[in-house]
Nanobody
Framework: QVQLVESGGGLVQPGGSLRLSCVAS????????MGWYRQAPGKERELVAS???????NIADSVKGRFTISRDNAKNTVYLLMNSLKPEDTAVYYC??????????????WGQGTQVTVSS
């Protein structure tokens, strides 16, 4: 198990930018995918972006061209740079670590979430 701590959320005006950070309590040596999910009130949690330990990224169509995910393995940190923010990006953003175990199963760890509010 790994603990994840997010930071960087807040209130921003439409068109603004934020950078979210997620720090893991330890380095994950097994193959893994780090991701950002979000959940808006009354909606299901959805994947925003993910990056594998091999640096393959996956970006949701709704944020493609505006959001960028990256990871710094030396710092056990994954980032989400969010540009051109829209009111519909308002949600709680959660960091996720999905680790592939030797038996083929996966383990999911979640952060506590950070609120992002886009409003004028």
């Amino acid at each position: 198990q790994v603990q994840l701590v997010e930071s960087g959320g807040g209130l921003v005006q439409p068109g603004g930018s934020l950078r979210l950070s997620c720090v893991a309590s330890r380095r994950i040596f097994r193959p893994n995918t780090m991701g950002w999910y979000r959940q808006a009130p009354g909606k299901e949690r959805e994947l925003v972006a993910s990056v594998t330990s091999g640096d393959t990224t996956n970006i949701a169509d709704s944020v493609k061209g505006r959001f960028t995910i990256s990871r710094d393995n030396a710092k056990n940190t994954v980032y989400l740079l969010m540009n051109s923010l829209k009111p519909e990006d308002t949600a709680v953003y959660y960091c996720n670590a999905r680790t592939l175990l030797t038996d083929g199963n996966t383990v999911n760890d979640w952060g506590q979430g950070t609120q992002v509010t886009v409003s004028s």
